[in-house]
Nanobody, 122 residues
Framework: QVQLVESGGGLVQAGGSLRLSCAAS????????VGWFRQAPGKEREFLAA????????YYADSVKGRFTISRDNAKNTMFLQMNSLKPEDTAVYYC???????????????WGQGTQVTVSS
């Protein structure tokens, strides 16, 4: 059974940083692309960043490019999202996901975590 468990969310002031982690189990992690999404109240789930299964290619949404950095540690079956220069509009529930095929920026990913709340105060 595939499980993705996020951690690292919380409350931070504008301009601050957070690092999200997502621990995966029940799959051959190194063979999956990994990605991060977020969903704010009343809005659709939004693609943020992804990294290919081989780790050589990264993708970012324009809204987070230059502020967020995605990474993965295949030895630990874990992916990360380093978030810097946070803004109040970054407030949302953040989700990790994995996909056995090429990266897509839609929500058509294979498995999802349960989400972790990130709140940025002004």
């Amino acid at each position: 059974q595939v499980q993705l468990v996020e951690s690292g969310g919380g409350l931070v002031q504008a301009g601050g940083s957070l690092r999200l982690s997502c621990a995966a189990s029940g799959l051959t992690f190194s063979l999956y692309a990994v990605g991060w999404f977020r969903q704010a109240p009343g809005k659709e789930r939004e693609f943020l960043a992804a990294i290919s299964w081989a780790g050589g290619i990264t993708y970012y949404a324009d809204s987070v490019k230059g502020r967020f950095t995605i990474s993965r540690d295949n030895a630990k079956n874990t992916m990360f999202l380093q978030m810097n220069s946070l803004k109040p509009e970054d407030t949302a529930v953040y989700y990790c996901a994995v996909r056995a095929r090429v990266v897509v920026t839609t929500t058509r990913w294979d498995y999802w975590g349960q989400g972790t709340q990130v709140t940025v105060s002004s």
